[in-house]
Structures are given as structure tokens and as C-alpha cells.
Nanobody, 123 residues
């Protein structure tokens, strides 16, 4: 499975972005997917995850109510809608897939990773 993120960019505080995670390989539609980010000088952190069929989602507390994860298995794409962005959301955002149906907070449990997309939020 190959993963490519897109949709990052520069946005003002309070603005919105939608990240996309496009995958090759039909198996992707049976995998749980997570979004993570790494800010400069910080550890990679979990943001959101979704089960293979989209029926269950999990979020980091700091993004609940602002970020929404969703997926379209027909397009083999997972999305992260980010609203009310803050300067502290500035980071490289990564999409990852794990070879099970159910999601996880732990980055080490994910098998496939994209290269990341930069999100910069100006104040």
C-alpha cells in the first residue's frame, strides 16, 4: 500500500483546510487509518483515526470538535477536515494505515505511512 497526503498549505488562524490521504492497493479499504502530526521540536502525536468501514472514529482531545476524519473507500481516500485552525496546529501531517480493521492511537501499530504534508497556521 502506498499512501500520499495532500491538501496542506498556509492558512490564517481560524481558517480551514481539508487534507486527503490517497492510497494505492485495494487492501486499503479494509485497513484502519490514522492521522498524526509532528510539530518542530516535538514528538509525533496522534490526531484521529477511523475504522475500515468508517463506523467508528477517535480523536485527540485537543482537536475534538475542530477536526473530522472520514473516508471514501470507493476512492481509497481518507480525509481530515480541519476547522478553526490555530497557530499551534502548525506541523507536518501524516496519514498512516494499519493492517487491521480497527483503529489505534499508537503510531507503532501502523504499517504504512505517507511522506507528510506541511500545514502552517499564521496568527
Amino acid at each position: 500500500v502506498r499512501i500520499v497526503e495532500s491538501g496542506g498549505g498556509l492558512v490564517q488562524a481560524g481558517g480551514s483546510l481539508r487534507l486527503s490521504c490517497a492510497a494505492s492497493g485495494r487492501a486499503f479499504s479494509s485497513y484502519a487509518v490514522g492521522w498524526f502530526r509532528r510539530a518542530p521540536g516535538k514528538e509525533r502525536e496522534f490526531l484521529a483515526a477511523i475504522t475500515w468501514d468508517g463506523t467508528d472514529t477517535d480523536y485527540r482531545d485537543s482537536v475534538k470538535g475542530r477536526f473530522t476524519i472520514s473516508r471514501d473507500n470507493a476512492k481509497m481516500t481518507v480525509y481530515l477536515q480541519m476547522n478553526s485552525l490555530k497557530p499551534e496546529d502548525t506541523a507536518i501531517y501524516y496519514c498512516a494505515a494499519r493492517k487491521t480493521s480497527y483503529s489505534s492511537y499508537a503510531p507503532t501499530s501502523y504499517n504504512y505511512w505517507g511522506q507528510g504534508t506541511q500545514v502552517t497556521v499564521s496568527s
